[in-house]
């Protein structure tokens, strides 16, 4: 059984019930429809992805740790890390419990390792002040280590069932091309939050943000879009536009080959394999320009990810 699946398993949805408006964009309730929860329901029925994460048995915690590994990754390279380190720690007592190093290490290749050390962080938080459960309230779950606007939202909607808007970039796509005929590439603002809340569905919201984000990542995509298999196309203020190209400041994009992130990346591969501190010199073979070696080696040290030994590296304890 699915959380956010089937509607059958849940009951009819009710249609889009209110609207509203927002200084940033005079909107109608014609320019509403293009959201409107009953389509986009019905079309995610039939074309959801089958993610543990959305199964009616993910606890608060798997929720919480889906969202953070999310970030800025790609799903198939979430999932089997994400299955492994539930099966590990599946309570966030379990993650709390276990040293900095085992998380660094379980969190594997998949990129910006800091997370991990911030959702053990955050599991902490929830042991020591909420008995060993995830807060509830947004702005409860915002004060947790890692854990910002977009994700206390989801957590509050996906694993609490709370009416709140959950915009990431998937979703302000959709609502930008939809609503305001815009294909704005930049990053997640304010206004565009503003914009979901007034068209968010006043019942079966969190399943109805869960349909646009699935429309934003299969469909209504950053290039180029599936326009012909979108079920809100009639409505779509951009299509019926033309498809406008974005004629605003570009998105910026982030190299990665020969970065300092790659350099840290090498490294923590050495260190993960080591069982015993790691000698400086046996460093040097990570990466051949000796400066930046050193650089993204003090990183490491700086953001907690690696500790100093004398004149060897490891993992932090």
Request: hydrophobic share 45%; glycine share 6%; proline share 7%.
């Amino acid at each position: 059984m699915t959380r956010f699946s089937k509607r059958s398993r849940r009951g009819p949805v009710a249609r889009l019930t209110h609207h509203a408006t927002i200084d940033v964009v005079s909107t109608t309730d014609s320019e509403h429809s293009a959201l409107d929860s009953e389509r986009l329901l019905a079309w995610y029925d039939g074309a959801a992805r089958d993610l543990p994460w959305r199964t009616a048995d993910a606890t608060p915690w798997a929720v919480l740790t889906s969202e953070v590994m999310l970030q800025q990754t790609p799903v198939n390279r979430v999932l089997p890390v994400y299955e492994a380190w539930l099966d590990r720690w599946p309570t966030p007592a379990h993650c709390a419990a276990a040293s900095a190093a085992d998380v660094v290490r379980a969190w594997g290749k998949l990129g910006y390792p800091r997370r991990a050390l911030r959702l053990r962080e955050a599991a902490i938080c929830c042991v020591e002040r909420y008995g060993g459960a995830l807060p509830r309230d947004p702005a409860e779950l915002r004060t947790l280590p890692g854990v910002g606007t977009y994700t206390a939202a989801a957590v509050a909607a996906f694993a609490f069932g709370h009416r709140i808007a959950v915009v990431d970039t998937n979703v302000k796509r959709v609502a930008s091309r939809a609503v305001l005929g815009v294909d704005d590439p930049g990053p997640v603002s304010a206004e565009d939050r503003a914009l979901v809340a007034t068209v968010l569905p006043a019942t079966d919201a969190p399943r109805w943000s869960v349909a646009v984000m699935e429309l934003g990542a299969l469909i209504c995509r950053a290039g180029p879009p599936r326009c012909a298999s979108c079920p809100i196309a009639s409505d779509c203020r951009w299509l019926a536009t033309g498809a406008p190209t974005w004629d605003g400041p570009a998105r910026k994009t982030q190299a990665y080959a020969g970065t300092d992130r790659q350099v840290r990346g090498r490294l923590l591969d050495v260190l993960r394999a080591a069982h015993e501190p790691v000698p400086a010199v046996a460093l040097t073979g990570a990466w051949h320009l000796d400066e930046q070696r050193e650089r993204a080696l003090a990183s490491l040290v700086e953001d907690g990810l690696a500790v100093q030994v004398g004149s060897a590296y490891a993992l932090p304890t």
